[in-house]
């Protein structure tokens, strides 16, 4: 497998990850603290902090400090296009998706 493809396919698998997804649909709105982050998604702020670090691994997000607060946003921003691509795929495909809940 070439390393171009690699690469690809772990950015896939991060960005994937149901609560990091989440995050970046909140981003594409502008820049979010870490707080307003964890309201919106419902998760304890050590937990988002914890999917931004893996975002920001695959430099999908930058952060900036102001304050006493972080600030994150997208840096990747055509992963968006991804996403709305993965959307719209899903959609598609939907009668072999497995429900749950």
């Known amino acids: 497998m070439k390393e171009i493809h690699f690469r690809a396919a ?13 995050i ?8 979010c603290s870490v707080g307003k982050l964890a309201r919106l998604t419902k998760r304890h702020q050590t937990t988002v902090c914890q999917h931004l670090a893996a975002l920001r691994s695959f430099q ?9 607060f972080t600030f994150y946003e997208l840096k ?7 996403l709305e691509l993965a959307v719209q795929c899903a959609g598609q495909a939907g009668a072999g998706v497995p429900q749950t809940g």
């Not at 970046?24 to 820049?31: A, F, K, S, V, W």
């Not at 999908?60 to 006493?68: D, E, F, G």
């Open 60 to 68: 999908v997000v930058r952060y900036r400090n102001r304050k006493q």
């Open 24 to 31: 970046i649909c909140h981003l594409q709105n502008g820049p």
């Open 76 to 82: 990747l921003k055509s992963v968006v296009s991804l």
């Open 10 to 22: 772990q950015l896939l698998e991060c960005v994937g990850e149901p609560i990091r997804f989440q």
